[in-house]
Nanobody, 120 residues
Framework: QVQLVESGGGLVQAGGSLRLSCAAS????????MGWFRQAPGKERELVTA????????YYADSVKGRFTISRDNAKNTVYLEMNSLKPEDTAVYYC?????????????WGQGTQVTVSS
């Protein structure tokens, strides 16, 4: 069992930055690929970015490439999402997820979500 707890969301002006953190419980953190999804009102949840077990491989949705950076610290059981040059369309609830297979069709575990609001 893995529990994921996100933190770091909030309200920021367009062009600003936020850093999200996701702390995982348990000793198996390093065996999971980790990802960040987001869901805006009236829209489906989408995969924003993901990172492999060892951190050597990453994926970014086109909408966030060059602005968001995912990283992980396996010693601290934590994954981070650095968000820069934020836009109003980045407003959403951001969810941390863990996926043993790294396919992201049905993640094994989800966090509770943290709200990110970007004002124009």
């Amino acid at each position: 069992q893995v529990q994921l707890v996100e933190s770091g969301g909030g309200l920021v002006q367009a062009g600003g930055s936020l850093r999200l953190s996701c702390a995982a419980s348990g000793r198996t953190f390093r065996t999971y690929a980790m990802g960040w999804f987001r869901q805006a009102p009236g829209k489906e949840r989408e995969l924003v970015t993901a990172i492999s077990r060892g951190g050597g491989s990453t994926y970014y949705a086109d909408s966030v490439k060059g602005r968001f950076t995912i990283s992980r610290d396996n010693a601290k059981n934590t994954v981070y999402l650095e968000m820069n040059s934020l836009k109003p369309e980045d407003t959403a609830v951001y969810y941390c997820a863990a996926d043993a297979a790294g396919l992201w069709t049905h993640p094994d575990y989800w966090g509770q979500g943290t709200q990110v609001t970007v004002s124009s």
